[in-house]
């Protein structure tokens, strides 16, 4: 009986439940979308890792540090060729290969002088082109490169930049730069997840990768079948013990996993991100339809008592169309989810990374993670309302209009609300005046909670206040709709408070977030203009920047000195025993000019003849002080002790925690293939900084993959990287914009039918249509601007806190972007005449005789 | 009620002297027909209609339900199309009007009362009796609108919402409002069928005397006999056509003449009483 009639209910106001339903979907999609695409993205690679690795592979060993190594500059380690000899002699191994692959090679196509590898994310690889028994790429067309000036390229690289066979090709790499003609083209074998690679025979690879004949990065080997992986690896590392490490094809396939798998939890986490917010704003827009359905039902619901209903029997028919609701919602939703999949793959495969769509993996979790959201979120955004219908009392069959306004629960309301925002407010202080960023950034995110769930309990009661401040214009502005308008919005300040809330939360987001980046963008400028002395920037998109690149700059014509700046991979460990894997600086001795590091104590310049410079943090935590000495392993070469000779201050992003030692005390300490490559080169100007500016721009030009920045190209590139941290919120923003638009639909449309009568009554006595329409579009508008106002006053208190919080993590400037805030209220007014542009159609159409007729 | 007659002879005599000829026509239809539907279902709701509707007087229109009448209002007042026929408010015909033309009508030159649900819940009194010349963005003549709050004794309360006052004051304050833009005719719609006796003759008293000192045209479509004995006129409607006119009506006259109807109606004999046989032409709707 109950089941019956909420499924009528439900079918009866499937206009209004279309627009939760909305909602639903689009939060269940997102989840079962990053679900399914996550879980295909990950099932491809595992196959394309366990086809491609070898039955064990050996490398040379490991000593301690390997963050990324060859990107920061460090060269590649190799192994003789002797080795390949012995673990083919290896009692069941089949076959064995050495293996030359290094990423840190650009390949360049000579004709445009541009960079034709992937520009972010994978990596370009180039090596030697062997057989194996399962290579990931097979040549479909030309022949496999033969002898110096023979080149191999992967298909999707040679789609990318329209190259074919017989073109050129020109490759920089550590040794040297390398001119060569691309005799084949391979094609993956499975997936290819996004490098550009490129192939040479095993002798120019030694000599033009590496710069060692006969030389390998490493040994792959395939077993005869005897023995099991983990046997050929004992059998090896016996041989070998630790000068070489061992992996075998589960140990392989592992490692490339953890590479991938950390660009798939990012893509992942954002994505939930997205879903996470559509499900809180959808649960507005659930409590608001419910809320409405059972106001606009409350002489049914009386009836339904009269007669003898109970309490519980109205709640479940409230709860049962809730979830009637919920599990149509997360079905559609499941079904777009699985859309949405397919159209990250695809999207995936425009950036370079070929998943395929046809082989989606869903696993049984997908539909139960998707159920359990849709219907569970639902069902207790409907909770509210349903209790509320509960409490309606037989009474109210009898009763002309709806339950008068409950003013002890107002009360309850305000002051929970006022409790929560005060706290919230409380932790958001005592966060911005927090010492530690780490205690500031937890009292930050409490505050962000507390104040947040604090503004949308008490939203209805601002809107009171706020909407009539706000609609006090509207009447001199225009007219009778504007009064009109003005009293609508305040005419039921809950419902005008939950719609405003759904779109507050959007707001508050991206303001919050403006207010982070434009201050970070104001502090690293400042910071740069404080301290950075050089004039010209030079760093590489790929790895580091070569002896050769090195030398074009020093033969610049118009610098008055080069400072060159290595990532050195070290253990350092204190005289209190504590011992720190890490990478320091070791600079040219003009270093000071370019990048002034203030010294606390001590003498920054000092530090870079020899000794060492560390930060005030470091120095604090450890007790030391100028003159001490510290034991500084240098990874691959010898270990020293230096002297501290500065400590550095803390004040700036751009030296902060950092070391500094001489580039000559690295030099010595460093065998000359262990030096990694320079990660930055500094100049400055002696005369003309322009003209020296484009002469260092033509010297380099040979280089696509080095950027050269002059002071205010640095700055713009740091505002475009910030930016782009940006362009994840705006997604975000509309993502809850679109929610929250269907929010005020959903109000617009109810409260027009609830006003037929009125709307039937103004338009006899005379109000346009266009008046009509107008009234319907500013009350929205009002409603809009009103959530604008609690957004971007939340999103402030937000932002502000978080920059005092990271104060002393380099945002030290507060910028409140004033653009953007005008943005957020010029948009909200437009969402609002959006959402107004359905309902307002519909009041005007109406048929004023009929309209006036209603009950 | 000889009352409410002796009054409508002076103001006769006033309006048609001085303004003369077509200026005592309000309104008038010509040949009106409503008809709903088409071919075999077509309803005819107003057959051929001919009626003038004179300036500064009081008209009832009255019939058994489904006569028309409230469809010749709704026609007259410019709410509702009709098939054929013309219909002229002042020295204007309105068939043919487009709708925005129609509801600048509305709010200029006609008043409207309500049988319930009259006043915007969300403005107080005043504003809602200054609602239409708010809309027309025109100014209220303050001494006019003083007097017609004075007329029906709502100035102490001009400033409560609706919901704050009782159903004969919203009555009362929906009267002003038709006042206040001193439009040319008023229509009121039943605008006593929901008020108990005593209201209901507080608001019939204003709507006599503001056609007797205001000098207003009123038409009222009503069932009640007792109010329809406030007019100066009274058309009685059967079939959509206007079958019967009265002037002067007592109560009691149009009783027996709306008697008269229910017995063509129904062959069941006439009731006993004339509350039962008011009551009967009401529920038959």
Redesign the interface.
């Known amino acids: 009986m109950i089941l019956k009639t909420s499924l009528r209910s439900f079918f009866a106001h499937k206009g209004r439940m279309a627009l939760s339903l909305t909602a639903v979907v689009l939060s269940v999609a997102f989840v079962s979308g990053t679900l399914v695409f996550t879980d295909t993205a990950t099932a491809t690679f595992d196959r394309l890792f366990a086809s491609t690795a070898s039955d064990v592979a050996v490398s040379p060993a490991d000593d301690g540090a390997d963050h990324n190594e060859q990107s920061g500059g460090a060269m590649a380690r190799t192994l003789a060729a002797s080795v390949v000899r012995q673990v083919a002699a290896q009692p069941g191994v089949k076959s064995a290969s050495g293996e030359v692959s290094v990423s840190n090679a650009t390949i360049v196509d000579p004709a445009t002088n541009k960079s034709v590898g992937p520009t972010g994310g994978a990596p370009t690889l180039a090596g030697n082109w062997y057989e194996t028994p399962n290579s990931a790429l097979r040549i479909t067309s030309g022949a496999a490169p033969k002898g110096a000036g023979q080149v191999l390229l992967d298909a999707d690289t040679a789609d990318k930049a329209k190259l074919g066979i017989g073109d050129q090709l020109r490759i920089i790499t550590a040794v040297g730069d390398y001119r060569a003609t691309i005799s084949g083209i391979a094609t993956f074998t499975t997936t290819n997840p996004g490098a550009a690679l490129v192939f040479f025979d095993t002798p120019t690879a030694q000599r033009e990768l590496l710069g060692r004949p006969g030389a390998f990065t490493s040994v792959v080997a395939y077993g005869d079948g005897s023995r099991t992986d983990d046997q050929l690896k004992a059998g090896l590392v016996a041989t070998f013990g630790r000068t070489y490490q061992v992996k075998t094809a589960a140990e392989q396939a592992a490692d490339n996993q953890s590479d991938v798998g950390g660009f798939l939890d990012f893509m992942k986490y954002a994505m939930l991100g997205f879903a996470g917010i559509s499900l809180l704003v959808g649960g507005f827009l659930i409590i608001n339809t419910f809320s409405m359905l059972v106001a606009q039902r409350t002489r049914e619901i009386g009836l339904m008592r009269a007669i003898g209903g109970s309490r519980s029997q109205v709640n479940r028919s409230v709860l049962t169309e809730a979830l009637v609701l919920g599990v149509l919602g997360s079905t559609v939703g499941l079904g777009a989810g699985l859309g949405l999949a397919v159209g990250l793959i695809k999207l995936m495969g425009a950036v370079g990374m070929h998943l395929d769509a046809s082989q989606l993996t869903v696993k049984a979790s997908v539909p139960i993670t998707a159920y359990a959201v849709g219907v569970v979120i639902t069902v207790l955004a409907a909770w509210l309302p349903a209790r509320r219908a509960g409490k309606v009392s037989p009474m109210a069959a009898l009763r002309d209009h709806g339950t008068p306004a409950e003013a002890a629960a107002n009360r309850i309301r305000a002051g929970v609300g006022l409790l929560l925002t005060a706290a919230g407010a409380a932790a958001l202080v005592a966060g911005s005046r927090s010492d530690s960023a780490g205690t500031g950034g937890a009292l930050l995110g409490l505050g962000v909670l507390v104040t947040l769930v604090g503004f949308v309990v008490i939203g209805p009661l601002l809107a009171g206040a706020v909407v009539r401040v706000l609609g006090a214009a509207l009447p001199a502005l225009f007219?009778?709709s504007g009064?009109?308008a003005q009293?609508?919005a305040?005419?039921n300040p809950r419902r005008t408070g939950a719609t405003a809330a759904a779109l507050m939360i959007g707001l508050a987001l991206v303001t919050g977030a403006s207010v982070v980046t434009s201050s970070m963008v104001s502090s690293a400028t400042s910071q740069i203009d404080k301290s950075v002395g050089a004039d010209f920037i030079v760093m590489s998109n790929n790895g580091g920047l070569t002896p050769n690149m090195v030398k074009a700059i020093q033969g610049t014509p118009g610098l008055s000195h080069v400072s060159r700046s290595k990532d050195i991979g070290v253990v350092i460990t204190s005289p209190d025993g504590h011992r720190e894997d890490t990478s320091i600086n070791a600079v040219s001795p003009t270093y000071g000019e370019d990048l002034r590091v203030p010294a606390v104590t001590g003498s920054f310049e000092g530090a870079l003849k020899e000794g060492i410079s560390v930060d005030k943090d470091y120095a604090d935590s450890h007790h030391l002080k100028v003159g001490d000495p510290l034991s500084v392993h240098f990874q691959g070469g010898s270990t020293r002790t230096l002297r501290i000779a500065a400590v550095t201050a803390e004040d700036n992003q751009l030296y902060q925690g950092e070391m500094y030692i001489g580039l000559d005390t690295a030099v010595r300490a460093l065998p000359a293939d262990r030096l990694p490559q320079d990660v930055m080169v500094l100049a400055g100007a002696s005369s003309g900084a322009d003209q020296a500016y484009a002469a260092l721009q033509k010297s380099l030009a040979q280089y696509p993959q080095l950027q050269v920045k002059n002071q205010a190209d640095y700055k713009a590139l740091i505002k475009k990287q910030v930016d782009q941290l940006l362009y994840m919120v705006y997604g975000l923003l509309g993502l809850a914009i679109v929610v929250a638009v269907l929010g005020v639909v959903n109000t617009l449309a109810l409260s027009v039918v609830e006003r037929t009568?009125?709307i039937g009554?103004?338009?006899?006595?005379?109000?346009?249509?266009r008046?009509l329409r107008r009234m319907i579009r500013l009350e929205s508008v009002v409603i809009a601007v009103f959530g604008a106002v609690l957004g971007t006053g939340l999103g402030l208190a937000w932002g502000i806190t978080a920059q005092r919080v990271l104060k002393t993590q380099g945002l030290n400037e507060l910028t409140v972007p004033t653009g953007t805030i005008v943005a957020v209220f010029v948009g909200a007014a437009v969402v609002g005449l959006l959402a107004a542009l359905g309902p307002a159609l519909r009041a005007s159409r109406m048929n004023?005789?009929a309209a006036?007729a209603t009950d | 009620m000889t009352t409410a007659a002796a009054p409508f002879g002076s103001r006769a005599a006033t309006v048609a002297g001085p303004a003369g000829g077509a200026a005592a026509i309000a309104a008038s239809a010509r040949q009106v027909t409503k008809a709903y539907g088409s071919g075999e279902t077509r309803v005819t709701a107003l057959d051929q209609v001919d009626v003038d509707i004179a300036r500064g007087r009081f008209t009832a229109i009255m019939g058994p339900s489904g006569s028309g009448k409230s469809t010749l209002m709704h026609c007259l007042a410019g709410l509702d199309s009709v098939t054929s026929g013309q219909i002229r408010i002042g020295g204007t015909e309105i068939t043919g009007l487009k709708d925005k033309q129609l509801t600048k009508l509305r709010r200029d030159k006609i008043g409207f009362i309500f049988q319930s649900f009259n006043l915007l819940p969300t403005l107080n009194a005043l504003e809602n009796i200054t609602l239409p010349m708010d809309i027309a963005g025109r100014r209220p003549d303050q001494a006019w609108l003083d007097q017609v709050v004075a007329t029906v004794g709502l100035a102490a309360r001009l400033k409560h919402r609706p919901t704050q006052l009782s159903g004969g004051q919203q009555q009362r304050v929906a009267v002003a409002r038709a006042l206040a833009a001193k439009p040319e005719i008023i229509f009121g719609d039943e605008p006593t069928g929901n008020l108990d006796s005593r209201s209901g003759a507080e608001v019939l008293t204003f709507l006599r005397r503001s056609v007797d000192e205001l000098g207003q045209t009123i038409v009222m479509v009503t069932h009640d006999p007792v109010a329809a004995g406030y007019a100066d006129r009274v058309l009685f409607l059967a079939d959509g056509r206007i079958v019967d006119e009265m002037a002067n009506p007592t109560s009691d006259a149009v009783l027996e003449r709306m008697l008269r109807f229910s017995a063509a109606e129904t062959p069941v004999p006439a009731p006993a009483g004339p509350l039962t046989a008011g009551g009967d032409s009401r529920r038959n709707a």
């Open positions: 007219g009778p009064r009109l009293r609508n305040l005419r009568r009125e009554l103004l338009r006899a006595i005379g109000l346009s249509r008046q004023v005789l006036i």
